[in-house]
């Protein structure tokens, strides 16, 4: 398994990945992704910044995560405690099913860390849907503060906000 930034032709197995990832937290009750998101325009976008992350597996993707400085408007109401730096995102962290409970999303974690920390950001901000209690467990347990909450439409339940401020 090798962890780099993901290419044109990875797209077709990045896509796979968010499909068979939101139909895993379908079955679970969780109503976090659907058909329209994340959608092929997104992933395309991700790829084409140089900004989508993943870890292979005999050419398959199994694992993703987009590190960049872009956030929903509604960011602007959270109480960041980064006011003054230069805060990265992350986006989109997913593992296939099959390979979870393996530390593949705790090493996708790290690795946008360390990007955005070599890249010379000072916090990483991020949001997650409340209804996933799996993931807000993985950013809490990673010293991810919680900040504020944002809504989304078409999503039954808030996202939580998180920050973490780098060293």
Known sequence: MEMRPLQASDEKSLRALYRVV???LRR???DQWDWAYPNRFTIRADVKSGRAYGISENGTVIGAVVVNDQWSRKYASIEWTDRE???AAIHRLAVRPDFQGKGLGRQLLQFAERVAQDEGYTSIRLDVYSGN????TMYQRHGYEHRGEVRYPMRKRPYFCYEKVLK
């Open 133 to 136: 209690p799996d993931a807000v």
């Open 85 to 87: 730096g230069r805060p």
């Open 28 to 30: 679970s009750g969780v």
């Open 22 to 24: 939101t139909r895993d």
